[in-house]
């Protein structure tokens, strides 16, 4: 129902309607009616419109990731080449060494033999990854250094999984009690750990901004 109609409708309401406060809801509905106007035009598909990374955002990301993944590959080969006779080389006796491990599962084994899943499984994992770079409008650095390294760590299982018979390469020994190993690992599950601690950061301090920023405006 357009203001004309309105107009020509309320005074028949009952006939006890005031002009006074006639005028006042005629005042309100105009208002409302422009603000729909400029709702319909480019600032509200502006704010429809994801905004795409920015230029600082794509700088962080592809370089990382393409960074992240040649140090994971680059150390996988090198290590497994230079314990190929030694089996394994002490840097912290009793708490820190390299070691020649494949794990043809998931963290801790789980899955262990499932190849095609895990690499589907990868796959889709990175496609998230990318998804959300591009199209969630973070601006957040540190959520973009924690995109990049994820999708660094999971191109970097990936490759191993695809080109190394579904077997993952580790070579990071780590004793956490005595007697007790932590179940070994690479550079690549190191950067999807800390990707997923620089995360847990960027949740907190978002947090406590928007709660600052909610105190101020009570």
């Not at 370089?63 to 996988?76: F, Y």
């Not at 990175?126 to 199209?135: D, K, S, T, Y």
């Not at 990049?148 to 993952?168: K, T």
Request: proline share 4%; glycine share 8%; with cysteine.
């Amino acid at each position: 129902m357009s203001i004309f109609e309105v107009r020509r409708l309320l005074p028949t309401a009952g006939g006890s309607i005031f002009i006074r406060d006639f005028n006042l809801i005629m005042a309100e509905l105009n208002r409302l009616e422009d603000s729909g106007r400029s709702d319909s035009g480019p600032a509200y598909l502006n704010r429809q419109t994801p905004k795409l990374p920015s230029l600082e955002a794509h700088l962080i990301f592809w370089p990382l990731t393409v960074v992240g993944l040649a140090a994971d590959l680059c150390t996988k080969r090198a290590v497994f080449d230079w314990l190929e006779h030694r089996g394994s080389f002490p840097i912290i006796n009793g708490f820190l060494q390299l070691v020649l491990a494949e794990n043809d599962g998931a963290a801790f084994g789980i899955a262990a033999g499932q190849h095609q899943l895990l690499a589907a499984v990868s796959v889709a994992a990175l496609v998230v990854i990318l998804a959300i770079f591009l199209f969630s409008g973070s601006r957040d650095k540190l959520v973009h250094i924690a995109l990049g390294l994820f999708a660094a760590g999971v191109c970097g299982n990936l490759w191993d999984r695809v080109f190394n018979d579904g077997r993952v390469r580790d070579f990071i020994d780590v004793v956490y009690w005595p007697g007790r190993h932590w179940p070994a690992f690479n550079v690549a599950d190191t950067m999807l750990c800390i990707g997923v601690g620089l995360l847990v950061i960027s949740t907190f301090s978002t947090g406590k901004h928007l709660r600052k920023h909610a105190q101020r405006h009570k």
